[in-house]
């Protein structure tokens, strides 16, 4: 397990991350979200101890990185900084890092074959596309079959077949009980995937929650209901104190009321009711509330989290 304590990074003058407290659980998939330059990328390095924290810290199964003796059986990443040496081929590269590390070389090839690219395996890598460069990153931060997957936008310059197999190659680590933590930049690209959301805008944790919940909490959830007087229900559920969204001839969108309640009015009304609906707003209009700071989600004891940092 993972822990994030009170996660600071602080350039000149610029907090990149804001005192980030938070867990990566194993047998998940975390969606780490943000807008561009929220700070994920930042947070995956200091996880990674490529980027020092100017406050904070991280620990790895209560050990931090420096500590660990095998690093790479604990941890495997894709991020932007992954050192490719253009030159060789995708095999020599992968066979490279297992030969630093002590992984056998069918690893290397059970690799190869799992992420797709066993045919372009002794081309070198600067005729790699950018999906297959993403392929080859995810080869190599599976090599040492790690506890836990850390993948910066990995869906970038990936196809459609690329971004279906990344999805159900991610599923299936957290089947095994891996910890895969994604970071992305569209709510539409981990939702089919993450159980859990991790939200980070301008460096600070605003939402730390299962889709789940996420979609459940959200202020946008409302009843549309069709029925055969719209205008009279419409009175009805005012004055029982449902909260009117819209009405029309056609559609009545209703927050504030449960549907049973809404059954039970009509009923008593004799009115038939021709549809009643909830309706969940998309995850991603969710996250753009989120992230352009009109909605605070995160739980009470994460308010700390929220507080200026000292410059
Ligand atoms: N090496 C650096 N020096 C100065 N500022 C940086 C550096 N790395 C990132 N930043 C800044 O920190 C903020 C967070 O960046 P980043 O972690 O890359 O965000 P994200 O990955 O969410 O897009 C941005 O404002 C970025 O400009
Ligand atoms: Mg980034």
Same mark, same amino acid.
């Given at each position: ?18 005192? %980030? ?11 780490? %979200? ?12 200091? *996880?990674?101890? %490529? ?29 932007? #900084? ?39 395996? @002794? ?14 990153? *995810? ?12 993948? @910066? ?5 990936? @196809? ?10 991610? !599923?299936?680590? /957290?089947?095994?009980?891996? /910890? ?11 939702? #089919?995937?993450?159980?859990? *959301? ?8 605003? /939402? ?38 819209? /009405? ?12 049973? !309640? ?9 009115? #038939?009711?021709?549809? %009643? ?7 991603? !209009? ?26």
């Amino acid at each position: 397990m993972i822990k994030l304590k009170k996660l600071t990074k602080i350039y000149k003058d610029k907090v990149a991350v804001d005192n %980030l407290s938070l867990e990566i659980q194993p047998g998940v998939v975390t969606g780490f %979200l943000g807008p561009n330059g929220a700070g994920k990328s930042t947070t995956m390095r200091m *996880i990674l101890n %490529l980027t020092n924290p100017t406050r904070g810290e991280v620990l790895i199964d209560d050990e931090r990185y420096n500590n660990l003796r095998h690093p790479i059986s604990k941890i495997g990443a894709l991020i932007d #900084a992954n050192t490719v040496n253009p030159k060789l081929t995708a095999r020599q590269h992968l066979q490279l890092i297992a030969t630093a590390s002590g992984i056998s070389t069918s690893r290397v090839d059970e690799m190869l074959q799992k992420t797709g690219i066993e045919k372009v395996k @002794d081309k070198q890598i600067e005729q790699f596309s950018l999906g297959m460069q993403q392929r080859l990153g *995810i080869a190599a931060a599976l090599l040492g079959d790690p506890e836990t997957i850390i993948l @910066d936008e990995p869906f970038n310059g990936l @196809d459609v077949d690329g971004i279906k197999w990344l999805r159900k190659l991610t !599923k299936d680590l /957290a089947k095994k009980g891996k /910890a895969v933590l994604i970071s992305s930049h569209l709510m539409s690209e981990v939702q #089919a995937i993450a159980e859990r *959301i991790i939200v980070l805008a301008q460096g600070k944790l605003i /939402a730390d929650m299962t889709i789940e919940e996420m979609s459940r909490r959200s202020l946008s959830m409302y009843l549309r209901i069709r029925s055969e007087n719209n205008l009279f229900l419409k009175t009805l559920l005012e004055k029982s104190g449902a909260h009117i969204q819209s /009405a029309n001839i056609n559609t009545l969108s209703v927050r504030d009321v449960k549907m049973e !309640k809404v059954g039970l009015i009509a009923k008593e009304n004799n009115i #038939a009711i021709f549809e %009643l609906t909830k309706v969940q707003p998309s995850l991603e !209009k969710l996250f753009t509330e989120l992230t352009v700071g009109k909605v605070d989600y995160s739980s009470e004891d994460n308010s700390s989290k929220r507080e200026g940092v000292e410059r």
